[in-house]
């Protein structure tokens, strides 16, 4: 079973406000011997479950307990106004800025808390490596944290696309990304229902269903991933979905890189494109995920995907 953290990250965002982000941990049997941590960030409609879900009747759908079967310290963090974490009101706009500031200082005390033994009851003070792990949004995410903090010595970037289907437009010539992002904010909001006030919204599932889930995902594990859904900023969901508003973090990433997209469906229309976009990176490898839609955790190959990533680290750290 998970162990419940707390992160607060106040000091990361200096807005007066208190702001908490909820976290899950998963240990190894022998913390003393972890060849990494993982801190791991769900994309849009999902929080920490992502990275730990239970099913009625099916095993196997615990990223987290997963790889701390294989020697790795596993962190599943909700982001600011996600899941069980703070909801921002002074803060400023609930984007991706905010998002990832929150995220860079949940980073860098996990760091500090390895470093000098205040991790967990029981775990030694340890120096190892941290690996940032984004599924979609949060792959968006890990991206800016490390180009504008240096917070990782690798990152796993899963599902997301610098050019991307989901975001395509035809129109984007001679518009600017300020317009693009405003454009976006209000598909969004039409989409979900959302009020022009609002400051999140639910995304509905079966319109994004074709996208995130293969046709062999039984309906068990369906139910059980739709009922812990969660709301998105809507400020975040516009920009997740505006073509290039994250793409010059991308060419900052100076650390290897692991990119896996589904093979059946996902937000690339070439993953093989999308390696030549991280032109810092020492070490670039693509995977893509056999009879996978855009959530690889839900995949039927989706422990041949955690065994490639727990295998890829310790080669590039």
Known sequence: MP???????????ESGEVLTQDAWMFLPDRPS???????????????????????????????????????YIVVAVDHLGVGASTDPVRSGPLGLHLLAAGDAEVARQLRRRLYT?????????????????????????????HALTDAYDAVVLLGHAVNATSVHDATTD????????????????????ANPDDSHAVAFRDHLAPMFYAADVPNDVLVADTAVQTRVPVQAAGEITTAGFAQHYTAELDVPVFLAFGAANDVSPNPYAEPAYYTACPDVTLHLVPKSGHCHNLASHR??????????????T
């Not at 033994?117 to 800016?144: D, Q, W």
């Not at 041949?304 to 990533?309: A, F, H, K, V």
């Open 174 to 193: 001679g518009v600017d990304l300020e317009a693009r992002v405003k454009r976006s904010i209000e598909r969004f909001r039409r989409a979900s229902g």
């Open 303 to 316: 422990a041949g995907l955690w065994d490639r990533i727990a295998a890829w680290i310790p080669a590039v």
């Open 117 to 145: 033994g205040r991790l967990a009851r029981g775990v030694a003070p340890l120096e190892v490596p941290v690996v940032g792990v984004g599924h979609s949004m949060g792959a968006c995410l890990t991206t800016i944290v």
């Open 33 to 71: 011997d972890a060849r990494a941590a993982l801190l791991c960030l769900a994309g849009g409609t999902y929080d920490k479950h992502y990275w730990h879900l239970e099913v009625g009747g099916h095993t196997g759908y615990s990223f987290g307990e997963h790889m701390a079967k294989s020697g």
């Open 3 to 13: 162990i419940a953290l707390t992160f607060n990250v106040a000091g990361g965002i």
